[in-house]
């Protein structure tokens, strides 16, 4: 079964750095692109950017470019994304998400991860 | 790309059948999901490539279009289908998902 189990709820102050986990099992990590979405409170889903673990190629969303970090660790298959300062505005859910293996192209996202919530607030 | 979904809310009853549509700002061929999200879940993929039922998705859903237009429909509405659905496009990056529409009971 294909997994993707995400690090636990975190709650950090303004200026502070993050750096949070999403855990994958069930396939062979390498062969996938991995996302990452932004969900704030009450609103839409956000796609903040994208990374193939083979070969750590990255590409983010134009919104997020600077802001954050994705990376990966290819000998444990987990996915990471970064802050190095935090600001109130990133308080929200941050999911992760395999390229669903069926479609075309870049590909719909399948599964996602449970979500890590950040709260930013001092 | 940006992908306009409407309506962003809808009052249906059970058994209705519910129509939801997302218009691309440029043609995106037929690259495009629609995912179904309940409170505090991840969402979770439907349909992939505009018109194709991801496994294990029950047939009461279905999705069409092509270019620039792209509906989704529920045939007949479930207790369990009240959520929130969004469509997204991945013709191109950035990968950009409709504002989302959330079904309630009427």
């Known amino acids: 079964e294909v997994q993707l189990v995400q690090s636990g709820a975190e709650v950090k102050k303004p200026g502070e750095s993050l750096k949070i986990s999403c855990k994958t099992s069930?396939?062979?990590?390498?062969?996938?692109?991995i996302a990452w979405v932004r969900q704030m409170p009450g609103k839409g889903l956000e796609w903040m950017g994208i990374i193939y673990p083979s070969d750590s190629d990255t590409r983010y969303s134009p919104s997020f470019q600077g802001q954050v970090t994705i990376s990966v660790d290819e000998s444990i298959s987990t996915s990471y994304l970064q802050w190095s300062s935090l600001r109130a505005s990133d308080t929200a859910m941050y999911y992760c998400?395999?390229?669903?293996?069926?479609?075309?192209?870049?590909?719909?996202?399948?599964?996602w991860g449970q979500g890590t919530l950040v709260i930013v607030s001092s | 790309i940006q992908m306009t979904q409407s309506p962003s809310t809808l009052s249906a009853s059970v058994g209705a059948r519910v129509t939801i549509t997302c218009q691309a700002s440029q043609d995106i061929s037929y690259y495009v999901s629609w995912y179904q999200q309940k409170p505090g879940k991840a969402p979770k993929l439907l349909i992939y490539?505009?018109?194709k039922l991801e496994t294990g998705v029950p047939s009461v859903f279905s999705g069409s279009g092509s270019g620039t237009h792209f509906t989704f429909t529920i045939s007949s509405l479930q207790p369990e289908d009240f959520a929130t659905y969004y469509c997204q496009q991945y013709e191109n990056l950035p990968l950009t998902f409709g504002g989302g529409t959330k079904v309630e009971i009427k």
């Open positions: 490539d505009a018109s």
């Open positions: 069930g396939y062979s990590f390498t062969n996938f692109w």
């Open positions: 998400a395999r390229r669903d293996h069926n479609s075309s192209n870049w590909g719909g996202l399948d599964p």
